[in-house]
């Protein structure tokens, strides 16, 4: 079992920053590939970035690429989401994800480890 605390989530204005952290327990983080994951009210979750254990695949959506970046520090168990130039489509809760694999993958049905998800307002 991994358990999955995200944090960071907030209010902002458009054109602001935040930086979502994913705080993972349990077994081996290491060895887990690692996604964030977004759900805007009355749509369906979507993904926004995934990262491999050892940070050498990295997927982006197409809506996000170029302004967030995901990374991870496996000596801390945390995998962060730095959001740059926000909008207010990405308007969200934002959830982190785990598959027990090294690899990665961008549908959601491939992540076996949720966490509760942190609320991402974009005010324009």
């Known amino acids: 079992q991994v358990q999955l605390v995200e944090s960071g989530g907030g209010l902002v204005q458009a054109g602001d920053s935040l930086r979502l952290s994913c705080a993972a327990s349990?077994?081996?983080?290491?060895?887990?590939?690692m996604g964030w994951f977004r759900q805007a009210p009355g749509k369906e979750r979507e993904f926004v970035a995934a990262?491999?254990?050892?940070?050498?695949?990295?997927y982006y959506a197409d809506s996000v690429k170029g302004r967030f970046t995901i990374s991870r520090d496996n000596a801390k168990n945390t995998v962060y989401l730095q959001m740059n130039s926000l909008k207010p489509e990405d308007t969200a809760v934002y959830y982190c994800?785990?598959?027990?694999?090294?690899?990665?993958?961008?549908?959601?049905?491939?992540?076996?480890?949720w966490g509760q998800g942190t609320q991402v307002t974009v005010s324009s």
């Open positions: 994800a785990a598959r027990p694999v090294v690899t990665i993958s961008r549908s959601e049905d491939q992540y076996a480890y």
């Open positions: 990262m491999s254990w050892g940070g050498t695949i990295i």
């Open positions: 349990g077994r081996t983080f290491n060895m887990y590939g």
